[in-house]
């Protein structure tokens, strides 16, 4: 077992308006995350936010598979009903031909309502949508002409090109019961960031499901994702890093507003001792590196499967010096006992 790394976003920092630095920093991240050893890097998608939440994850993931050579790349996630399913089947395709098949397809079902509206999606609908993607996509990816008549889509009857040179995977991400009974059912597995019990709660719909249609549930790739803050002491990784963590949250309660919104990027505001109260015990495994694995560990061996982990271990707010001795910390003190 191994431990990923993400979640990538291209935001920038509170006051700033170099995306060119946060991009530049995106890929080097990612570099860097191939050269100490991580197994996978994710990115992650949202659309009109002030401090430019990463909009285009197949273009990016396009320039990480050109800046790398071994790491996997993820979406985590592509917000798939704001995307016309024969796009999203070309782009997977073709970020899988530049990657030589190290691209992974994260889809999840957005929540936003300003970025449905303004790409003329309908949230109502959302749940048929990814119910028909996940339809059309592996036949788009077969090369070979296919229609698809549904309540959300039509196709005429077409071929997609290019094919892939083999399978793209597919995970579902979200915490809602029917989009996991829906990844038993039509992706290879999910991308989860829901806390611990209630992930323990996602294994036995995902475990029951796939008795239910007779899959073996050992078939299906399961990630878990969570914030790890590597420290002496719990308390020295909250003083070091939990000002970044609260306003990676705080953003995303920010991001309706921030679509009407000009300037730079603010701040977030002061966090309530409710609020941090809330983000502590939700959010993030913090302290030694031997109790970050301990967690981890005790994780996998509740949820009786093979459970991977990535560390959402970039805060856009981390300058790039500190952002790298996160990741080492990481790297050298917590994958090797995975």
Not at 54 to 74: C, D, K, Q, R, W
Not at 233 to 245: K, T
Request: charged residues 25%.
């Amino acid at each position: 077992m191994s431990l990923g790394f993400g979640l990538l976003t291209g935001q920038i920092r509170p006051g700033e308006d170099d995306w060119q630095r946060a991009y530049d920093e995106t890929i080097a991240v990612a570099r860097e995350a191939e050269r100490l050893g991580f197994s996978s890097v994710w990115t992650s998608e949202h659309h009109f936010v002030d401090d430019g939440y990463m909009p285009s994850l197949a273009v990016v993931s396009g320039a990480l598979a050109a800046a790398t050579s071994t790491i996997e790349i993820g979406t985590g996630v592509i917000l798939a009903p704001l995307h016309h399913p024969l796009r999203l089947a070309e782009d997977a395709a073709t970020v899988s031909l530049l990657s030589h098949g190290r691209f992974t397809l994260g889809l999840g079902l957005g929540w936003v309502d300003i970025e449905f509206e303004a790409f003329g999606a309908d949230i109502s609908r959302r749940g048929r949508a990814m119910e028909e993607i996940l339809q059309i996509l592996p036949r788009a990816w077969s090369g070979e002409p296919f229609r698809h008549e549904g309540s959300v889509y039509s196709l005429p009857e077409l071929a997609v090109r290019p094919k892939p040179s083999g399978h793209i995977p597919i995970l579902i991400g979200g915490g809602a019961e029917p989009a996991i009974r829906r990844a038993a059912r039509l992706a290879d597995g999910i991308f989860s960031n829901a806390p611990a019990h209630r992930f323990l709660e996602q294994v036995e719909w995902l475990r029951d499901e796939c008795e239910k249609i007779g899959r073996d549930l050992s078939e299906m790739r399961i990630v878990h994702y969570s914030v790890m803050l590597p420290a002496a002491s719990s308390e020295q990784a909250w003083e070091r890093y939990g000002d970044h963590l609260w306003h990676m949250r705080w953003k995303y309660s920010d991001m309706a507003a921030s679509a009407r919104r000009s300037g730079p990027p603010p701040a977030a505001p002061a966090p309530t001792d409710e609020q941090l109260s809330k983000v502590a015990s939700r959010e993030a495994i913090a302290g030694s590196a031997e109790v970050i694995v301990e967690k981890l560990l005790d994780v996998r061996q509740r949820a009786g499967v093979d459970v991977e982990f990535v560390a959402r271990g970039y805060f856009s707010t981390l300058e790039y010096g500190a952002q790298l001795e996160l990741m080492q910390q990481l790297a050298e003190e917590v994958a090797p006992h995975l």
